[in-house]
């Protein structure tokens, strides 16, 4: 089963979504019962317990493929940047991200960009 970035974000939050996405994007994941969810399983040891737990409850006893959303952590990553460049430089934004600075002006020069929207 392919878990939708929007779904993974309702169940857990948009900081530790990304943080799945970023260790486990692209493959697949075990997300135990409830009852079986414990500190020491593999996705316990990426999102925390109570994320694991909160995953259990909706997809229990499922193997699950974390999706890559590479189009909203680039989209997040953009609004970011636009967001903190009148505070910070464009080199530090560019160290930052793994990006040249050419990159970073250009997403300021280009504005904010439309972040996807989580369906309620």
């Given at each position: 089963?392919?878990?939708p970035v929007?779904e993974?974000i309702k169940a857990?939050g948009?900081?530790?979504a990304?943080e799945l996405?970023?260790a486990?994007g ?8 409830p009852?079986?969810?414990?500190e020491?399983?593999?996705l316990?040891?990426?999102v925390g317990?109570a994320a694991?737990?909160a995953?259990?409850?909706?997809w229990?006893?499922t ?12 989209r997040r ?10 505070d910070?430089t464009?080199?530090?934004?560019a160290?930052?991200?793994?990006i040249t600075?050419?990159?970073v ?16």
């Amino acid at each position: 089963m392919n878990l939708p970035v929007n779904e993974l974000i309702k169940a857990i939050g948009l900081k530790l979504a990304l943080e799945l996405v970023e260790a486990r994007g692209g493959t697949r994941v075990y997300i135990p019962t409830p009852a079986r969810a414990t500190e020491d399983c593999p996705l316990a040891r990426v999102v925390g317990l109570a994320a694991t737990r909160a995953l259990a409850a909706e997809w229990a006893a499922t193997w699950a493929t974390i999706p890559l959303a590479r189009e909203y952590v680039l989209r997040r990553r953009a609004t970011d940047i636009v967001t903190r460049y009148p505070d910070t430089t464009a080199a530090a934004l560019a160290r930052e991200y793994n990006i040249t600075e050419r990159s970073v002006l250009r997403l300021v020069a280009a504005g904010m960009p439309r972040t996807p929207q989580i369906e309620q």
